[in-house]
């Protein structure tokens, strides 16, 4: 009998992509220069991306993605834009990587240490609550403290499993997270992006050039690295039975 063989997840095809409106950019009086080579033209004076170059540039992301999941690597999945909000958070606990939506926490990575200390916070808190239900604080004790663990959760939730800095960075806005982007660059932390037209794709490790505004153009897009990621993951699992 022979042995099955995972095969590559191939990107979304020319077609997919264009139906979910993935080369839409925004009007051209909001361009940013250093997009053109990845724009082919303008349509109702918005500009029009490439869309093979765009598929091209999903394939090398997805390569790394899957060289970092496939090592255990934590990529770490970034938009605070929030009509991206419940999407991205999906889409990364299917992946079971961390996430950050809603907002940026500055100094996440230029400052992880005291961050660290943070997450340890959480978790000692949460297993605390788990174990004893803080019986031995007084019932104002408790919700004092039960105030400060909803206010952790909310800020630390998706990162609450991190150890220590993610291997890369995944954001699906460049220009609405740029701070982030930052920070991972000062740190050495790889980024990978969706760079729409208005947004500069400097900086950024893995571009992918594509509409960050229409929710089926990224759900498309985080769904395939999503898929790369788990496929990555379980084949790895697979080598250390």
Known sequence: MTEKKQTHIEAPSLAELKKAGVHFGHRVAKWNADNKSFIVGVKNNVHVFDLEKT????????????????????????????????????????????????????????????????????????????????KKYTKQERAKINLQLGKLQQRFGGVSELKQKPEALLVFDARQDQLAIKEANITGVPVIAIVDTNASPRHINYVISANDDAVAAVELIAGFLTAVMLQAKNKLGESNK
Do not use: Y
């Open 55 to 134: 598929r091209a540039q999903l394939e090398t992301a997805a390569a790394f993605i899957e060289i970092v999941a496939g090592q255990g690597g934590k990529i770490l999945f970034v938009s605070t834009k929030l009509p991206l909000e419940e999407l991205i958070k999906k889409q990364a606990e299917t992946a079971g990587m961390p996430f950050v939506v809603g907002r940026w926490l500055g100094g996440f990575l230029t400052n992880f240490s005291a961050m660290k200390k943070r997450i340890e916070h959480l978790r000692a808190l949460e297993a605390e609550k788990q174990e004893t239900g803080f």
